[in-house]
């Protein structure tokens, strides 16, 4: 039997199996649930042949709209009267979902995710999504041995009487048909903030975008809720919803007494724990600075924090958090964490031997911040020091990315500055830089993927987002050292106009990136 590993589990395991040849789905946005954005099982690229003689562009799809998602792969689908494929699923702001073989490009099938008679939603005067917002966030998928799997997706769309929808939708990975009946996306919680009434706080799906990629964990489907732009009202919703029925069975409001507070997180998807824990970066919102006698908030609000939700028993609680002691000036600075992605780290050993279970994650301040997860440190107005390790202005044009995580290191995109790789000794982040890229990377800066066979031949790969896009490669031990980019063999591997949101995927031998208008492909030329 061929074995198949999953990135979406949490253990990172996989990369100290050495199994060359393995082949190695990706199910969700950065790879696994940790959003580490490392693929582990990749034997065919390697330093050594990841250059412009040998590695370039096999082909582009043309679709039918902007890919913001990033793509997902799965090894060895059965697909009915098509035969067995390596297939790649590609979504769209047009609200299709597509399945191509990822080794051609060729169409499988296509879905809409529309209702009868609706179109995607405009750009609701905010120019972040355009020119329609159809499906941004990048979907999870669900695989069920034997029978192919299923697709989880959110859609944006606007019917005929102008009324606005947000639908979570479940569909066949095997033929793209609905395997259960579209989750129309509604939700109340206590609260008198700006978007309650009668003691509840509201979801309005005309105010929102799940831009946050979409968190699978023990069956429950979790989404996070950005605002377009700071057009108020909003507030900070996350939700949860039965893989199996897509019934609601959890919802949070982070910020229900208050304002703003949206899930960004550069699109990086709520990170998780093997413990069922789930981390994330709120934006610039409503902060009570006076806190209970547990050290919470008074009123439940945590705009502009490192936030740690407990899901247990279907029931969504904040069971712990970090934020900074300036947090209500830089919120209204705007100057939060919600631009950047979180990871949960591995365990690491400090240097009495004790084992840490951290995470990390930085955003528009421009420092990093490292949180013991057992003990993030919560709120003190006077200072941090509570907080595990604060590296201040390691980034100083700030973050509005997903940074990535390999072998030792973190690697960190700000927007135009070259990428930094930062280096753990002893479960601590060294302070400057062991390495830096030669390319500097204009807004948004860089969401990094990395490849590696274990921990061998390891590249990190990154889109720059310039009016031609450009993909580039790096020696993940050194990112100094550049392998290959796509302007290297003149306009042979051009791929298209850059977009803010392009993150790479790489499987079996393949980059894969998303573009303003379908996807391209990289790999090893064929032999002339």
């Known amino acids: 039997m061929r074995f198949r590993s999953h990135l979406l589990s949490i253990g990172l395991g996989v990369a100290c199996l050495g199994l060359a040849g393995a082949q190695t789905d990706v199910l969700t946005v950065h790879n696994d649930r940790a959003r580490t954005g490392q693929y582990l099982t990749e034997a065919t690229l390697t330093p050594s042949n990841v250059n412009s003689t040998s590695f370039g562009k096999l082909f582009k799809a043309t679709l039918d709209s902007v890919v913001d998602a990033q793509p ?15 297939v790649l699923i ?4 047009n609200d299709s979902l597509y399945a191509l073989d990822a080794d051609s490009g060729a169409q499988l099938w296509k879905a809409s995710l529309l209702a009868t008679g609706e179109k995607p939603s405009d750009t609701r005067s905010c120019s972040q999504v355009e020119p329609q917002i159809g499906i941004t966030s990048t979907p999870v998928i669900a695989l069920k041995p034997g029978a192919g799997g299923a697709i989880f997706a959110v859609a944006m769309s606007k019917d005929s009487s102008g009324k606005y929808h947000q639908r979570l939708h479940k569909v066949s990975l095997t033929t793209g048909k609905d395997i259960a009946t579209a989750a129309e996306i509604t939700a109340k919680y206590p609260g008198s903030g700006e978007d309650s009434r009668g003691g509840y706080a509201y979801f309005d799906p005309a105010q929102y975008k799940e831009r946050s990629g979409l968190l699978l964990l023990n069956g429950v489907v979790y989404l996070g809720w950005a605002s377009h732009c700071d057009i108020q009202p909003y507030t900070g919703w996350i939700m949860g919803y039965s893989g199996t029925t897509l019934k609601q069975v959890s919802v949070i409001d982070v910020t229900p007494n208050g304002d703003e507070g949206a899930i960004w997180g550069a699109g990086a998807g709520m990170a998780a724990d093997a413990n069922g824990f789930i981390y994330f970066l709120d934006a610039n919102g409503t902060f009570d600075t006076t ?16 936030v740690k939700l407990s899901a247990a028993n279907n029931q969504l609680t904040v069971a712990d958090y970090f934020t900074m002691s300036n947090t209500t000036a830089e919120s209204n600075a705007d100057e939060d964490l ?8 591995p365990d690491m ?23 013991d997860r057992d003990n993030m440190g919560k709120f003190n107005p006077n200072n941090d020091n509570a907080i595990y390790q604060e590296i201040d202005n390691a980034l100083p044009n700030g973050i509005w990315s997903m940074p990535a995580y390999f072998n030792g290191k973190v690697y960190f995109g700000a927007q135009n500055a070259p990428i930094r790789a930062f280096q753990f000794t002893q479960a601590r982040l060294a302070a400057a830089p062991v390495a830096t890229t030669p390319t500097t990377f204009g807004y948004p800066g860089a969401s990094p993927s990395v490849s590696a066979n274990g921990t061998a031949n390891g590249i990190m790969w990154a889109v720059q987002n310039n009016s031609t896009a450009v993909l580039h490669a790096y020696s993940a031990d050194n990112i100094g050292v550049e392998l290959y980019n796509s302007n290297q063999a003149g306009s042979r591997d051009h791929f298209g106009n850059g977009n803010k949101f392009m993150v790479p995927t790489i499987a079996n031998g393949k980059v894969y990136v998303g573009t303003p208008n379908g996807v391209a492909a990289f790999g090893l030329l064929a032999a002339k």
């Open 349 to 371: 050993t400090d240097s009495t031997g004790a084992t840490r279970h951290l995470a990390i994650g930085a955003g528009k301040d421009g420092n990093i911040y490292l949180v």
């Open 291 to 306: 806190l209970n006698g547990q050290g919470f908030p008074q009123h439940g609000d945590y705009g502009n924090a490192f």
């Open 338 to 345: 919600g631009s950047g992605g979180s990871i949960v780290l």
């Open 72 to 86: 997902l792969y799965v090894a060895g689908v059965a697909i009915p009267n098509q035969g067995t494929h390596n």
């Open 90 to 93: 590609v979504a769209t702001e």
